[in-house]
């Protein structure tokens, strides 16, 4: 009997051991776990030891110290506006920072413009954390620090311009806000890439005042281009019967030198056949001894003569003044043959 007691004690014994380094390798384990960070691409985690920042986790497996170090706890607030046009708040609480490039679209809201215009606007921010513990310790929220500075800057800028000015110089409107932003951010470890202005939406009646008034300059330009096209069509016209009337002008002083110049060239060659014919009559006539002139005088005679009575039908007869004249003129034609 006692020797199955001292069994038991000892039976029990080894159990609670066994229990005991049970307990201590299942705490070792846990303890290890919770020593291993795994921290994603483009992400990083802040770590407080006892209530103090120690450092700052890179991508990959990390190693801490459990109980005594743990991640810094962040919440973040997002103010989105839903379908129906009303804003609802999104809190996130999380221990890991992303590194990317995010982008934050704001509610609408109203701002006054120079000319005093309430003119709706929908901005969206694209910004990238640099500096995780300025992101940490510097500001409470970010993403609301970052609205707030946003819709501030963005009343100053649109305050200084009027309506007209606003609507067509949004790229103005984003380099003035980037810059503006992105200078105040930087001490909270945040850089600004760029601001877009998404729409600008002034009230309905200064709308339908816009569009009478593009209408409007639209009927104007179109009056203009169509009386500057028919100004031209009319100078284009002239132009075209004035070079028209040149070039006819021009036409019919070439046609008349040419003319001028041909029938020039026939009287010179006219009078050069004819003083030809002149010098071998006279030739002819001085070598029977006879008066060429006289020759000559007769035979232009007869040719007028002819030419007067070659008529159709012609039944006058002309009978020269000087007959005899003629007459003598033919004999001595034939007295200076028969010679």
């Known amino acids: 009997m006692i020797i199955y007691n001292i069994h038991q004690l000892l039976k029990f014994k080894i159990m609670g051991i066994t229990i005991i380094l049970g307990l201590i390798a299942l705490f070792v384990i846990v303890f290890a776990l919770m020593g ?3 921290v ?9 030891r006892l209530g103090k920042y120690s450092r700052t986790l890179g991508a990959g497996i990390n190693i801490i110290w ?33 590194l990317r490039e995010s982008v934050y679209d704001f509610p609408k809201q109203n701002v006054i413009t120079k000319d005093n215009v309430v003119t709706e606007i929908n901005a969206i921010l ?23 500075l946003t819709q501030t800057t963005l009343r100053n800028v649109i305050g200084e311009m009027d309506l007209d000015a606003t609507l067509t110089s949004r790229d103005t409107i984003n380099s003035k806000l980037r810059a503006v932003l992105d200078e105040a951010t930087h001490k909270w470890g945040v850089k600004v890439n760029r601001v877009e202005l998404q729409d600008i939406n002034p009230p309905q009646h200064i709308r339908e005042a816009m569009e009478k008034q593009m209408q409007a300059e639209r009927s104007k330009r179109a009056s203009i281009l169509e009386a500057e096209g028919s100004k031209a069509s ?3 016209i002239s132009e075209g019967l004035k070079i028209s ?14 003319r001028a110049e041909g029938e020039a060239q026939a009287k010179i060659r006219t009078a050069e056949g004819e003083a030809e014919a002149i010098e071998k009559i006279t030739k002819a006539v001085a070598s029977i001894k006879g008066d060429p002139i006289n020759y000559l005088v007769a035979i232009r005679y007869i040719d007028t003569l002819k030419d007067m009575v ?8 002309y009978l020269p003044y000087e007959a005899t004249g003629v007459l003598s003129s033919i004999g001595g034609i034939k007295e200076m043959f028969n010679k």
């Open 36 to 38: 291993f960070k795994i």
């Open 40 to 48: 994603q691409q483009s992400e990083t985690m802040v770590i407080e």
């Open 66 to 98: 459990p109980i005594i170090d743990r991640p810094r706890e962040i919440m973040w607030r997002y103010i989105k506006e839903d379908l129906n046009s009303k804003n609802y708040i999104i809190k996130v609480s999380t221990s890991k920072i992303d």
């Open 126 to 148: 694209y910004f990238q954390v640099i500096d995780p513990v300025r992101a940490v310790y510097e500001i409470s929220n970010l993403p609301d620090a970052i609205e707030k």
């Open 234 to 236: 009319q100078v284009l």
């Open 245 to 258: 009337e040149i070039n006819k002008a021009e036409g019919e002083k070439q046609s008349r030198i040419l």
């Open 310 to 317: 070659s008529g159709k039908d012609n039944k006058v007869i």
